[in-house]
Antibody, heavy 124, light 106 residues
Framework: EVQLVESGGGLVQPGSSLKLSCAAS????????MYWVRQAPGKGLEWVSS????????EYADSVKGRFTISRDNAKNSLYLQMNTLRPEDTALYHC?????????????????WGQGATVTVSS | FQMTQSPSSMSASVGDRVTITCRAS??????VAWYQQKPGKAPKLLIY???SLYRGVPSRFSGSGSGTDFTLTISSLQPEDYATYFC?????????FGPGTKVELK
């Protein structure tokens, strides 16, 4: 079964750090680009970051650039999101998602596998 | 880069034909995907490349459009189709999702 399972969410204070993980199974992980997409409570979907199959190409939304770092370990079939200097507006459900292609240097067809998400709450 | 979506919500009955539109602020060829999301669940890919049906998705779903204007159509609404639908431009970063269309029971 093709599956993505996120972990590492929690309640943290503003300015804190948190690292999310996403474990992939059921497909060849190193064949595909991967994404983080978040959804604030009651809101829509917001793209956060993308990483190519090799990790050589990375993109970030302006809202997280300089604070968040995406990475992957193909040997462990895992995707990560290191989140530093967290703000209340980062409060959201964070989904990892699989692209239909390996590269992020060309247009994407879409994200065909999604995890259920990890909840991040930033509050004092 | 903006993706506008209309309507934001709608009421429809089982068997109705439902049309949701998405407009991009600039031309994006056919690099649009459509997703369905139910409460408490992850989004599911329905349509990719504007008009390609993702495997396992019922044929009552269809997509069309190119350039700036795109449409998701449900030919005959079924009870399991009550959900929120999002478009996404995948032409270039930053990838942008539309604000969503909530389809509710009439």
């Amino acid at each position: 079964e093709v599956q993505l399972v996120e972990s590492g969410g929690g309640l943290v204070q503003p300015g804190s750090s948190l690292k999310l993980s996403c474990a992939a199974s059921g497909f060849r992980f190193d064949d595909y680009a991967m994404y983080w997409v978040r959804q604030a409570p009651g809101k829509g979907l917001e793209w956060v970051s993308s990483i190519s199959w090799s990790g050589d190409n990375i993109e970030y939304a302006d809202s997280v650039k300089g604070r968040f770092t995406i990475s992957r370990d193909n040997a462990k079939n895992s995707l990560y999101l290191q989140m530093n200097t967290l703000r209340p507006e980062d409060t959201a459900l964070y989904h990892c998602a699989k692209d239909m292609s390996p590269s992020i240097k060309v247009a994407s067809s879409g994200l065909d596998v999604w995890g259920q998400g990890a909840t991040v709450t930033v509050s004092s | 880069f903006q993706m506008t979506q209309s309507p934001s919500s709608m009421s429809a009955s089982v068997g109705d034909r439902v049309t949701i539109t998405c407009r991009a602020s600039q031309g994006i060829s056919t690099w649009v995907a459509w997703y369905q999301q139910k409460p408490g669940k992850a989004p599911k890919l329905l349509i990719y490349d504007a008009s390609s049906l993702y495997r396992g998705v019922p044929s009552r779903f269809s997509g069309s459009g190119s350039g700036t204007d795109f449409t998701l159509t449900i030919s005959s609404l079924q009870p399991e189709d009550y959900a929120t639908y999002f478009c996404q431009q995948a032409n270039s970063f930053p990838f942008t999702f539309g604000p969503g269309t909530k389809v509710e029971l009439k």
